[in-house]
């Protein structure tokens, strides 16, 4: 899925992105609101990830959504 697509649906897009990264909290995807470099940043805040495995992270859940 395209990330535009996810970005329209983000309100029903949430309760996967909270089965992938279960440490995001219904606040930090409310923030994040189908923002891509949004939700990089939560990830790497709350996994210490860096820019690049969040958004390799990112990759893999759209192409799977």
Same mark, same amino acid.
């Given at each position: 899925?395209?990330?535009? $697509?996810?970005?329209?649906k983000w309100?029903?897009? $949430?309760? !996967?992105?909270?089965?992938?990264?279960?440490?995001? $909290?219904?606040?930090?995807?409310?923030?994040?609101d189908g923002?891509?470099?949004?939700?990089?940043?939560?990830?790497?805040?709350?996994?210490?990830? $860096?820019?690049?495995?969040?958004?390799?992270?990112?990759?893999?859940?759209? !192409?799977?959504?």
């Amino acid at each position: 899925m395209n990330w535009d $697509t996810i970005q329209g649906k983000w309100k029903q897009m $949430t309760g !996967s992105a909270k089965e992938k990264w279960g440490e995001l $909290t219904d606040d930090d995807l409310t923030q994040v609101d189908g923002k891509r470099d949004q939700l990089a940043g939560k990830i790497q805040e709350k996994y210490g990830v $860096t820019k690049d495995e969040a958004e390799k992270q990112i990759d893999d859940w759209a !192409s799977k959504s």
